[in-house]
């Protein structure tokens, strides 16, 4: 274990991310790294339940500061308070085939990335008392775990993540639509997958899941070569899903495919905006904080 | 169509050209495996791509493939015959060879005194000057003949000019065929096609060059021959230098018509004068010179055109010498003045040495060589009347005496001789000398039948005589009437030769090479010769006595052995009458071989000449051809030292004289191929015609360089390097 909470940081590297060996291990570093390294005043929530005080820090809300402290020491405190969620968080975890592509110069393959980053906010929902839950698909829900915010449950659902098999083809409107008939409750549900289905099919899922009152948010896990497509010479290109193989000079079709892409990609992200549907595209040599940011910005909408 | 100066290179361009599509198809084979998920959008690029990216691989391989082909073109060094496009993209080059005449007949002048040589080293300066500065030249002489003076043309033009300003008119006879054969050869080893190869032949075109007599094997005339194996690889020009009038009366030749010459009678010559002209020749005269001194002077009559006249004449010589006999045509006015005089170098008194072994050699008429002797060396009136002077020795002195100065060995009635004497015999007769053998009683056959056939013309059978087969007397017949000993016998008269009884005498078997000059009336053989290396070998067989025949007793036999040891004694006629440019070697005598001679030319010019090895012997060698060329202009020489004065008669090659034309119509036809002929004149005119190639290898490099750039240039703009 690391001597100090700084040393944490590195750990937001995915290269250095890979080192570790078991999701759990992973996502408790992530965690600590991403939280030595944020700013003081977010990370508490503002509940009933006084919890401590802290100091006053640049860019905290007024309202919070303990004016009777202030009167009596004449110094600057906060008060802080244990947050009593009301949130109900469902990650929804792709394990097709697809996402078991990892390039040679990606240190992570797309879903060791998904579930370090589905492990990882979990044990952070967790530590907010936001109860979890955790959804595995491929073409269709492999694996389902239920809700709650023990934190015992996030042992639960990282051995469901590492455990969960790799197999089929993306059907993301079947696995959508089981989750959205699933859940009754509103739930906030992460959806982390590479998307490789046809647009319309992702939107008919997110469609329901919005018709459902849930609160759908996108992260799109992209491998840095299909973002970049880096290879110059002539390559076959074996599919992982779809099976065939496609020889091509691959400087010659380069252009192409970005744009094919970025087409795709675009394309998605407008369709996710008109649904009002948070969408966040990683890539899988990107350091994971800002995932994690992305998450508790979305989460500090969804609670206020 | 281009053509190559290198075909091979080009055929390995063509197949170089498959390179890029071989590297292209195994290319596709080498490829890197990549698991790959966004399969979709790979493959929608890949469908709107598809049709684009085959046109540009399409366009790249093409123009990989043609900078290719264009690279090895360029090295096969392609031309393109003349002609806008291609003067407009290559340089015109082309490899030349002039071959210029300087043999004698290039001597002839023209009525303004130019002679046809100064014609054409003029003709020749002018086509230097109007070829292109590119042109690779090479200079041949038809002197040289086949041995080349250089290899290929040279691109250095200033080593032409710089050949034909040394070019000088020669005096011996010149080979075109030869030289045309040669030019052929240095042009094809030029870089040139044969498009752009030239030949051009600045000769007087006489026909005699072109239309002479052709080789046994082949009814094509040689130069015609060689022009036409020049017409196969070049163009050819010839470029007629000649005078416009050829008219010619040239002495072509000046004999001495006795084979022995002395001080005590008149010696017969005979001058032979030919009119090469087209129409009769004017009366004329010739002066005769010995040593230089005019001693008469005769009238020649008119010549027939193409007729030939011979002017005999006497000369009565004072003293033993090798005298130059000299005949000078006088105001002929023809074209060419260097065949008007001849000369003719004669050895005159001086005896030949006759050895004669002789197996029963005592004093008088009982020793079997007497008659033999006295044949041969008649009481002389004064010095320089005897025309051999014998030496008797017994045959068992024969292994010591040297044969150094010996002309002729006569083995009268000779018994066996040791082996060393045997192979001194052979040695001897190689090397030139005379043998003439007279078998008698004495005789040893099985060492003669051992002799023959190598030495000896016959193999001994028996003798046959007249008492011993009860018969009548044989008698000698003629066999071979033209043969030069049998010449001034004058023959079948009473009481000659042909009456005189041969009693004795040995029946034999003539070798198959040997020549029968007499034979007897029993038809067995009597005189015999044959050739023996540089020497000559005689059998009379029966020995000169009394006992044996009567020969001795008649007037016939002193002119028969003095014509007999005339024919068998070693020439020096062949060494003291040359023609222009051979080479002259004049034995040096035993005890001289470190005396420098001093040569006097005809032009009065002096030199030493030291004595060197040569052929296994010491002798004074005149070059005829070599960098010295010391006898290659007609005249008599005078060779002087302390030990002998010679002089030396070097003529001109009589063919050159002969300056009658050759049509250009005829040549034309006869070569069968493509051939121009102009007068020199004309030769500016030349260039009209003669429109070279034009080498495009610049060019085509060129493009293949911007092939090159263009395929750099499309494939970084297409976005793959492959």
Known sequence: ?304 | MPSFIHPGLAAAALATAVVPILIHILSRRRFRRQPWAAMRFLKRAQRKSRRRFRIEQWLLLSLRTAAVLLFGLAVARPSLSAGRVSRAIGEPRADRVIVLDDSLSMHARRPDGRSSFDRAKDAARTLLAQFNPADAVAVHLVSAGDAAAVSRPSADQALAARALDAAMPRHDRGDSAAALRAAARIVMAGDAPPSARAVYLLTDLNHRDWFNAPAASTDVPPAIAAAREVARVARLALIDCGPPARYNLALTDLTCEDALVGCDFPVRFTASIDNFGASTSSPTRLEVQVNQTIVQTLDVPAIPAAGRRAIPFSIRFERPEVAAVSAHLLQTRDALAADDTRARAVEVGVPRRVLIVDGHATAGPASDSFYLRHALAPRARREGGAYFAPTVIADVEFDGTPLHDVAIVALTNAGPLSDRSLRRLMQFVDAGGGLWLLPGNRTPVEQWQALAPRLLPVRLDSIRSSESDAAHPTRPAVADPTHPILRDLGGPRSGGLLSAEIRRFWRAEPAPSARVILRLDTGDPFLIEHDVGRGRVACLLSAPTMEWNNLAAKPDFVPLVLATASRLAPSSDSTLNRTAGQPCVIPVREGAADRIARLTRPDGSVSDVPPMQHDGRVAYVLDGDGPRAVTSVPGVYELASTQCRRRIAVTAPPEESDLRPAEPRAIREAIDGQVTIIDAVGVTALFGRDAPTSEIGGAVFGAAFLLVLAETLLAAWFGHRT
């Not at chain 1, 990370?43 to 802290?54: I, P, W």
């Not at chain 1, 040599?285 to 909408?301: C, H, I, K, Q």
Request: aromatic share 8%; charged share 30%; net charge neutral.
């Open chain 1, 1 to 304: 274990m690391p001597a100090t909470l700084h040393e944490y940081r590195k750990y937001l590297d995915p290269a250095v991310l890979a080192r570790l060996t078991g999701l759990e291990l992973r996502a408790r570093h992530l965690v600590e790294g991403f939280v030595s390294g944020m700013h003081r005043s977010p990370y508490r929530g503002h509940s009933v339940e006084f919890a401590e005080h802290r100091k006053y820090c640049q860019g905290d809300d007024l309202r919070h500061l303990d004016w009777r402290v202030l009167a009596r020491t004449d110094k600057h405190y906060v008060k802080q308070y244990d947050q009593e969620t009301n949130l109900q968080l469902t990650f929804v975890v792709d394990c097709s085939a697809s996402m078991s592509f990892r390039s040679p110069d990606s240190p992570l393959s797309k879903r060791e990335y998904a579930t370090a980053l589905a492990a990882a906010l979990a044990y952070l929902a967790l530590r907010q008392s936001d109860a979890v839950g955790l959804a595995v698909f491929d073409d269709r829900v492999t694996r389902f775990v239920r809700h709650s915010n023990q934190p015992t449950h996030w042992k639960a659902i990282v051995a469901e993540l590492e455990h969960a098999p790799t197999a089929r083809t993306t059907r993301l409107r079947h696995a959508l639509d089981e989750i959205a008939e699933q859940l009754e409750r509103r739930h906030v549900i992460v959806l982390i997958s590479d998307l490789f289905d046809e647009p319309d099919e992702i939107l008919h899922g997110l469609r329901h899941l919005r018709y459902r009152r849930h609160e759908p948010i996108v992260y799109h896990v992209l491998d840095h070569a299909e973002l970049t497509f880096p290879f110059q010479e002539l390559t076959r290109f074996e599919g992982l899903e779809e099976g065939g193989h496609l020889l091509t000079q691959a400087r010659a079709v380069r252009d192409g495919y970005l744009a094919e892409l970025n087409a795709f990609i675009d394309d998605v992200r407008r369709r996710c905006r008109q649904q009002r549907v948070d969408y966040a595209l990683f890539d899988t040599r990107e350091p994971l904080d800002r995932a994690l940011s992305v998450f508790l910005a979305t989460r500090g909408d969804r609670t206020r």
